[in-house]
């Protein structure tokens, strides 16, 4: 499915917050989200004065778990903020499935997983809204940068005032007919962008290359958990990364420290945001707390070479062993 309309935004937060804006998110409402995120995902929800409320993931993908989405739905749910973790495909089938019958709304804060794909339809076009990310850690950079997306012509209208101050000129120049915001990206940035998006084919091939050399060196060890594609799905692998099994003794802090020691640059599970002083926990999200203290996403920069990769594995390797 190709989608039909699209607004570039200055980043991805503002794209996210654009979403829920269009969707009339607003106090005393709730929207079902992964505890396992940058916290721009939550607080995007926050913006709009609606309550993020956080379950756990899927312990194979990172993506949040279906069935936890479920058993939060309560009749202030309104919508389902998902992501798709690091690149990996939520499942979009069950969790459509599930805002159908509840009728949510549903965004795809598909930051990370540009190109990705579940049962061969890109991520970010099957919910109401999808938001992409161009921020420089991504597949594709522009520097900073988001895209808003949708296939709903009414969505995208009222989209387009809100990312614009509301401007219509319906009375006179610079006349604006309500509340908006000064979303929109700048022309440089944005030819940037575009230009990484036409060869994204190329950049997705790239990245599932250097996946492919960590999934050959890593998969037999004992105490590695690799996270990788689940069936139906075509991740981007734009962070490839593990979970260090109990097996492993040496704390996930531990060995980041000593990665980075040999000028290594690792990162770590995100903390689950429900801990953030500003939210509250409803659920404990055991999947969300493993990934939060022992979880890695290995270097992926676009120009490692195999022997890089090899590296960081034989350092990774002696370390926790």
Known sequence: MQVKYGIVTHCCTLALHLACATLGLKE?????????????????????????????????????????????????????????????????????QIANKHNLKVIED????????FKGQKTGTF??????SFQGAKIAVSGEGGIFVTNNKDLYKKALLLSSMGRT????????????????????????????????EELVAKKREIFSWYYERLKNI?????IKEKKDCKSNYCYPSILLQESVKVSRDEVLEKLKALNI????????????????????????????????SLAAAGNLT????????????????
Request: glycine share 6%.
């Open 28 to 96: 005393g409402d709730e929207v079902i989200c992964t505890d396992f995120s940058w916290v721009a995902t939550a607080y995007a929800i926050s913006y709009t004065g609606a309550k993020p409320v956080f379950v756990d993931i899927d312990p194979d993908s990172w993506c949040i778990d279906p069935q936890a989405i479920e058993k939060a739905i309560t009749t202030k749910t309104k919508a389902i903020m998902l992501v798709h973790c690091f690149g990996h495909p939520a499942q979009m089938d069950e969790i459509m």
């Open 110 to 117: 598909a930051a990370p997983s540009l190109g990705a794909e």
């Open 127 to 132: 919910g109401d809204i999808g938001c992409f």
């Open 169 to 200: 000129d319906s009375q006179a120049v610079f006349w604006s007919d309500m509340l908006g915001y000064q979303y929109t990206i700048a022309n440089l940035t944005a030819a940037l962008a575009l230009a990484q998006v036409e060869r994204i």
């Open 222 to 226: 004992k105490g590695i958990k690799i």
């Open 265 to 296: 640059h690792c990162r770590p599970g995100f903390p689950r945001m429900s801990r953030f002083p500003v939210f509250e926990a409803r659920f404990p999200n055991p999947e969300a707390e493993k990934v939060e203290k022992r979880g890695i």
């Open 306 to 321: 195999q022997k890089d990769v090899h590296f960081v594995c034989d350092s990774l390797l002696e370390i926790i062993k």
